[in-house]
């Protein structure tokens, strides 16, 4: 039982770095005013587009998932 509590903690420790690596990122580029190739490879680490779908009215969807560098999805609430 005590290996597994450690292992948690180390994961959650693991996070929390994570997290603050990624923060510090951001407010290095907290107030930028242009997308640059440089600012793209700090803050994301990859960016998966999926095949697009239409539903049966004929709207196109097409799911994209943004991998940011560090903490990984972020996912969001619909609008």
């Keep these: 039982r005590a290996a597994?509590?450690?292992a948690e903690?180390?994961?959650?420790?693991?996070a929390t770095v994570?997290?603050?690596?990624?923060m510090g990122i951001v407010r290095k580029h907290l107030?930028?005013?242009?997308?640059t190739p440089t600012l793209l490879r700090e803050?994301?680490?990859k960016i998966v587009v999926h095949e697009c779908s239409y539903d049966e009215n004929g709207t196109r969807r097409?799911?994209?998932?943004?991998?940011y560098s560090f903490v990984g999805k972020i996912?969001?609430?619909?609008?």
């Design 62 to 67: 097409q799911d994209i998932e943004i991998y």
């Design 18 to 22: 994570n997290a603050e690596k990624f």
């Design 75 to 79: 996912d969001l609430p619909e609008a």
């Design 9 to 14: 903690l180390d994961k959650s420790q693991a």
């Design 31 to 35: 107030a930028f005013e242009e997308l």
């Design 43 to 45: 803050m994301i680490e």
């Design 4 to 6: 597994a509590l450690q």
